[in-house]
């Protein structure tokens, strides 16, 4: 166990806040549900933002940025959606700071906006408000828009990285000529999201579909991918919504079609946020500290030399600052720790905590025999290996490590998901062994309540590959086609 961080069996969620703090990821902010994302975290999630975006510009999209600050008017337009956002809203009603007199700063009263704006929580409204003047014609269609941004959601319950009053993320909103290309938009970036957890967050997940109960407010249909993270909790990571016509009647976005024809447009939305790191530290890691991905490591390789004397440093300096050269050539990031105030000792630890892939010690004996010491942070296996070739050997070690960190995790969602036809069952399964539950369901959004009501457990999604088998409701014993994955979630 790491200094400072609680095993994750004995308290996991003081586990994982030991974690995001003690590894220098984030810290609490002044302002009560925000975070402050510090340069290691926030490298994270640079490496994020660089792979996503490069997939949506290969699937045809494009960045912009829109407003933070939103006209209230404008959420009363879409019903559903106002009501799915109206608790969360932060709102600004002044503009204007004044001194009274006696040396504190208290809001100018006089200073009152004509009408209050909201601080987005989701940029639906002001989009679809400003397609409005883009649109007139299917010429224009389709518009694929993505922008990176924060938005601020009023949470009463926060915690670092999973659910906080604002964070990042990137929102695509994308407009078009037919309900079918708008699905198909809507699906394709699912899979996006979904090749991203698996291949880059070494994040196995289930794509599917959420129920009427749990879709995006003014969405027809919500797809999401789900990922079980090590307490047998499930975390929503990313989701893509067909909007149907709702936003572009709202506003009256219409446009002429190849019939011409007047008609609205067809809506998507879509987004992931930072959240998705605080889903890589619960699916990785342990009670040591972080366990990172390597292709999402902001360092995939550390170097420790160890020595005596400077001589000793300057003969493995130069042998390190070649392999750096051989390694970035491979488009792997190297640390070469030299410090001369911090023991290897302390250096060892200090990148154990904070997930370093791979880390290799090399001192004066090592140099004469012209090997080094390699440490996996996934396994914490050690083997001597020779220098030559080492870079093609770390290279194909970083691939196998991604792999493996990819196969315990989709190895534990396997061992902890569960098929259950009865109520008594699930109850069982839920309190003595946490994970994901395949169940059937009579398709009712009174039955779904009523089960959250009783467990707290939800209807994560209804599998896309679900297979159709008769069965009876395991709450209610109605009948039902299909089975649906309950769990508790974040």
């Known amino acids: ?220 249909d919500t797809y999401c991918i789900e990922a079980l993270m090590q307490d047998g909790k499930a975390l929503q990571a990313g989701t893509s919504h067909f909007l149907g016509q709702n936003f572009a009647k709202a506003f009256d976005v219409k446009f002429t079609n190849k019939e011409n024809k007047i008609e609205h447009v067809w809506a998507t939305s879509w987004g992931v946020s930072t959240r998705l790191i605080g889903a890589l530290i619960m699916a990785h890691s342990d009670d040591a500290g972080l366990v990172l991905p390597p292709k999402l490591a902001p360092i995939q390789v550390v170097v420790v030399p160890i020595y005596k004397h400077q001589e000793e440093l300057d003969n493995i300096s130069a042998y390190v600052n070649s392999l750096k050269k051989e390694l970035k050539a491979k488009g792997i990031s190297v640390k070469f720790d030299n410090r001369d105030t911090h023991r290897p000792g302390a250096k060892f630890a200090e990148y154990e905590l904070k997930g370093v892939p791979l880390r290799v010690a090399i001192g004066s004996r090592d140099m004469q025999n012209g090997t080094v010491e390699l440490a996996r942070r996934d396994t914490k296996t050690k083997e001597t290996v020779n220098q030559e070739g080492l870079a093609q050997v770390i290279e194909n070690l970083l691939e196998e490590i991604q792999q493996n960190i990819y196969k315990k995790a989709f190895d534990f969602r396997a061992e902890n998901t569960t098929e259950v036809d009865t109520w008594d069952e699930f109850k069982h399964m839920l309190d003595e062994q946490p994970g994901f539950i395949s169940a059937h369901w009579d398709g009712t959004s009174e039955t779904e309540q009523k089960i959250k009501e009783e467990t707290k457990a939800t209807i994560r999604c209804i599998p896309l590959d679900n297979k159709q088998e008769e069965g009876k409701c395991i709450f209610t014993g109605k009948p039902s086609t299909q089975r649906v994955l309950f769990a508790r979630a974040y």
């Open 1 to 220: 166990m790491s200094k400072g961080v609680i095993s994750k069996d004995e308290d996991y969620s003081q586990w994982f806040n030991d974690l995001v703090i003690k590894s220098d990821m984030a810290e609490y902010s002044p302002v009560r549900g925000c975070m402050i994302i510090k340069p290691y975290g926030y490298s994270i999630w640079e490496k994020i933002q660089a792979v996503l975006d490069e997939m949506f510009k290969d699937t045809g999209h494009s960045n912009a940025y829109f407003p933070l600050l939103i006209p209230k008017s404008f959420f009363s337009k879409e019903a559903s959606h106002v009501d799915g956002f109206a608790k969360e809203c932060a709102v600004v009603t002044h503009y204007r700071l004044k001194n009274d007199g006696e040396g504190n700063i208290i809001v100018d009263e006089e200073a009152k906006l004509e009408e209050e704006l909201i601080i987005r929580p989701t940029s639906e409204t002001i989009i679809w408000n400003t397609y409005k003047g883009w649109i007139q014609s299917y010429r224009d269609l389709p518009i694929l828009v993505n922008q990176w941004a924060n938005v601020m959601r009023w949470e009463m319950r926060t915690r670092l990285f999973l659910r906080t009053s604002e964070f990042l993320w990137q929102e695509g909103h994308t407009a078009h000529a037919t309900a079918e290309e708008a699905v198909a938009e809507t699906e394709q970036m699912l899979n996006v999201y979904a090749d991203f957890a698996e291949n880059w967050m070494a994040l196995p997940v289930v794509k599917g579909r959420k129920t009427a109960n749990e879709r995006f407010a003014g969405a027809l």
